[in-house]
């Protein structure tokens, strides 16, 4: 079955410390995105890639980066800079990253939890 | 600076009712427009959208109706079923920045048997 899964489902981070959330696809769609839900918010977009060894910054960008050196791949690094890290972490996929009308699909998401 | 607002945070019906959600904007380059549905502890997933070309779509219980003057589309869920309780989202995208969505806030649908 093609999917996104996202690892791991929970994550427990220590102030000060950057740590890696993985995004992988096999639905061979072009473009992939990460998005942060906060309570009482909705998804707010911090980065997004179209291609392979392309990506852009989101609406709230600041404290987090990507790569996309594989097309299944798209992990984020959310680093000791982003002051404000505990949320749910959602990433997405769409067939066509020039038009995101086919909808997106989504992972399970993972929630990361700084103590 | 909210472009998509879904001011109910929440709504309550009976099964067998109609559940009807509701969900504004602001920028009048949106137009494409789409409901997610996310049970707790999952991703999102896709429910219906609705071009701005149309007013109406419709796909089994689930409607939605778009209204371009007043910025606003609904969603119709008619007759709502228990297994209808999750949180509903709404997003539109922008013709000159269509790879992207935006969110609305949600609304939490509790449908009682």
């Known amino acids: 079955d093609g999917g996104i899964t996202q690892s791991p489902k929970y994550l427990f981070r220590k102030e000060g410390q950057n740590v890696t959330l993985s995004c992988e696809q096999n639905l061979n769609h072009d473009a992939m995105y990460w998005y942060r839900q906060d309570p009482g918010q909705g998804l707010r977009l911090i980065y997004y890639?179209?291609?392979?060894?392309?990506?852009q910054k989101g609406d709230i960008a600041e404290g987090y980066s990507v790569s996309r050196e594989k097309k299944e791949s798209f992990p984020l690094t959310v680093t000791s800079a982003q002051k404000n890290p505990t949320a749910f972490y959602l990433c997405?996929?769409?067939?066509?990253?020039?038009?995101?009308?086919?909808?997106?699909?989504f992972g399970s998401g993972t929630r990361l939890t700084v103590v | 600076d909210q472009q998509v607002k879904q001011n109910s945070p929440s709504l309550s019906v009976q099964e067998g009712r109609i559940s009807i959600l509701n969900c504004d904007y602001t920028n009048s380059m949106f137009d494409y427009f789409l409901w997610y549905k996310k049970y707790p502890a999952e991703g999102p997933t896709f429910l219906i959208s609705?071009?701005?070309?149309?007013d109406k779509n419709e796909d089994g219980r689930f409607t939605v109706f778009l209204n371009k003057s007043a910025k606003h589309l609904s969603l119709h869920i008619v007759p709502s079923q228990p297994g209808d309780s999750a949180v509903y989202f709404c997003?539109?995208?922008?013709?000159?920045?269509?790879?992207?969505?935006?969110f609305g806030s949600g609304t939490r649908l509790l449908v009682r048997p």
């Open positions: 609705i071009s701005s070309i149309k």
């Open positions: 997405a996929s769409s067939l066509d990253g020039s038009r995101a009308n086919y909808g997106y699909t």
């Open positions: 890639s179209q291609i392979v060894n392309d990506f």
């Open positions: 997003a539109a995208s922008a013709v000159d920045s269509s790879y992207k969505l935006i």
